[in-house]
């Protein structure tokens, strides 16, 4: 190859690095922004009652947040109820600030009142980091969500006749680019899950597990998860329970 196509070639590589730099140093930009969001929001005196969310206990005590995430989904006694973050989120809204259905999601894809709970659940998540996942799996209730996922994650429905496991239970799966979870393989499921609220470039956003669920749901073509239903909690302790050990690391980065 002559001299100049070698420097041309070189300058492009370079070109490309910085590029790539730069969308990284981007995407942890926005993560911090949405965590540092979600911080102001669960300090803020909102609602009907002009409370803020300090007090909420979110299984570790009340205005914990350390080591909460970590041990989520998990049986709450206060509701009677097996609870996710974002459902947890719900809880005490409406206990201690006083919202009503109203200012909930209906669904958790393409909803506007999702952005409140994309930043609280970054900033609540986030507070875990570097802990392992360890939801408890103890309460009969718990079980019972545990079954109930495992028995969704398989179970085939919808226009194409799809289950969750139809994408997601087996090696080397694609659509397009996109490589997709195996959860039948523990590392796999760990570094999906634990990632997880996360930045999406696809859309400029940090979304939520619930958010993912919703997606999956909507690409196979079953009927739309409601946001905060015990089917999208029991999904998510399966999920949870498949990636235990998982070190998280969140607001991760997905396509």
């Known amino acids: ?16 690095a910085a590029l790539c730099f730069l969308a990284a140093a981007d995407d942890r930009l926005e993560n911090e922004l949405y965590v540092t ?23 570790v ?3 914990v947040l350390r080591g909460a995430y970590a041990q989520l989904p998990r049986y709450f006694a206060d509701s009677g109820k097996v609870e996710d973050l974002e459902s947890r989120l719900m809880t005490c809204m409406t206990r201690i600030q006083g919202f009503g259905e ?13 952005a409140d709970f994309q930043r609280l659940a970054a900033f609540i998540a986030a507070q875990s980091n570097g802990m392992p996942l360890a939801a408890p799996l103890e309460h009969p209730r718990e079980v019972e969500a545990y079954r109930i996922g495992e028995r969704l ?9 799809f289950s969750c496991a139809t994408c997601h239970a087996a090696p080397g799966k694609r659509i397009r680019l996109q490589r997709l ?5 523990r590392g796999d499921a760990q570094q999906s899950i634990a990632t997880w609220p996360a ?6 956003e ?16 079953h009927p739309q998860l409601r946001y905060g239903s015990e089917a999208s909690i029991a999904l998510t302790v399966f999920l949870v329970q498949q990636a235990a050990g998982g070190v998280i690391a969140t607001p991760g980065v997905k396509r």
């Open 199 to 204: 930045y999406r470039a696809a859309t400029g």
């Open 153 to 161: 994650f398989h179970r085939r429905a919808g226009a194409h006749d």
């Open 206 to 221: 940090v979304h939520t597990l619930q958010e993912w669920l919703a997606t999956c749901y909507w690409a196979a073509r």
């Open 61 to 63: 005590g009340p205005g």
């Open 102 to 114: 109203e200012a909930f999601p209906r669904h958790a894809r393409g909803d506007a009142r999702m």
């Open 1 to 16: 190859m002559w001299a100049g196509g070698r420097v041309l070639l070189g300058v492009a590589g370079g070109v490309l």
């Open 181 to 185: 979870v195996d959860f039948s393989n």
């Open 37 to 59: 969001a979600g911080d102001e929001l669960y300090r803020a005196k909102r609602g009907p009652r002009n409370e803020s969310l300090e007090s909420c206990d979110f299984g």
